[in-house]
């Protein structure tokens, strides 16, 4: 966790900066429409997270959300609860619950609470909602987006530098518009650096499936593909397993991670490097937000490399040579500047 901690420290200023718009409550303290009034320790506000799909223990996007909370409940006091969705019928239904127990603000996280969160919100106008990898147009919903197409551009220039087979893989999930923004950036990075790569491209339909993750990983391995990345939440653990038992008999093959640092979670000897975003520090913010009283609804933030909200961690350095990582800052730094426009669909 040491390697990212400089990642995390630029996201904390960057999302501080983009997420301060949101509002600032001239009151002198917290007030909450639930009628309680906190000394800034938290510890009379509720906030409560549904996971989509994946569940909790996915390692990758909603882990991160949770650990953001748990981190809140540690910091300020405050109650922290999630409720885990089997599948899309049950997000309302937990939306609603935390609302009807009284919850100062309910995450949904994922594009697929688009719909559920819509209803909730409108159908509890007095109740602060927020959400990840969507955009709800409602004045109690707070939205965050990310980049991912900026970020997955950037691994895609390592992919593209570091195959030695010109054959890469590409594991989604669910072909919604958060996931395709990942494939179409690494696409265009790796063409940007190895025009004669091929990327072969397969979505599983869920993030939940560990096996079917494994089973795509075999069939992209057995095609000479030397290098994976996976934007498929629970479903990638499945590539990792894959690529681990690969590795034990001598094969040359690499995952790149999602969302987190996985090699933390799957080992260096198996993760190239892996597109970090800042869920777990866009949660924290946001909800820290509503406990100090600066928490506005209406407002959707993107963030992505210009705020340091997507990229690369530290840790990349221990499997990614230097001159590969001098070329992710390069193209970088054209992408914030405006130089490359990075395809987002």
């Not at 405006?338 to 395809?343: D, L």
Request: proline share 3%; hydrophobic share 40%; charged share 25%.
């Amino acid at each position: 966790m040491k390697k990212s901690l400089s990642f995390m420290l630029m996201l904390v200023v960057a999302i501080s900066l983009v997420l301060s718009a949101c509002g600032q409550d001239t009151n002198g303290g917290t007030n909450n429409e639930g009628g309680a009034v906190s000394d800034g320790s938290g510890k009379d506000f509720k906030i409560g997270m549904v996971t989509d799909v994946g569940g909790v223990n996915d390692k990758s996007f909603n882990q991160s959300a949770w650990e953001a909370l748990k981190n809140l409940n540690a910091d300020t006091g405050a109650k922290t609860q999630f409720l885990e969705s089997k599948g899309e019928a049950d997000m309302e239904p937990n939306l609603n619950s935390f609302v009807r127990d009284g919850y100062n603000l309910t995450w949904g996280i994922g594009f697929l609470f688009t719909d559920a969160l819509t209803k909730v919100a409108a159908d509890n106008p007095d109740a602060k909602l927020a959400v990840i990898d969507a955009v709800i147009e409602a004045p109690n919903v707070t939205s965050v987006t990310f980049a991912e197409h900026e970020g997955s551009y950037l691994v895609g220039v390592v992919a593209g530098l570091m195959t030695k087979t010109n054959k890469i893989g590409f594991v989604g999930g669910m072909e919604i518009p958060v996931i395709t923004r990942f494939e179409k950036g690494f696409l265009a990075g790796v063409e940007a650096v190895n025009p004669d790569a091929k990327v072969t491209v397969t979505y599983s339909g869920n993030f939940d499936k560990p096996d079917q993750g494994k089973s795509i990983a075999a069939t992209m391995y057995d095609d000479g593909v030397d290098i994976i990345f996976h934007a498929s939440g629970g479903t990638g653990n499945g590539v990792f397993n894959e690529a681990t038992e690969r590795k034990k008999s001598g094969k040359d093959v690499w995952v790149i991670g999602v969302d987190k640092d996985q090699s933390l979670e799957f080992g260096d000897e198996v993760t190239l490097t892996s597109m970090m975003k800042g869920v777990e520090t866009a949660v924290y913010k946001v909800s820290k937000d509503l406990i100090d009283g600066k928490w506005e609804g209406g407002k959707t933030q993107e963030l992505g490399l210009k705020d340091n909200a997507v990229g690369l961690p530290e840790t990349s350095t221990k499997n990614v040579p230097a001159d590969v990582l001098e070329k992710v800052e390069e193209y970088k730094t054209k992408i914030v500047s405006g130089e490359i426009t990075v395809p987002a669909e």
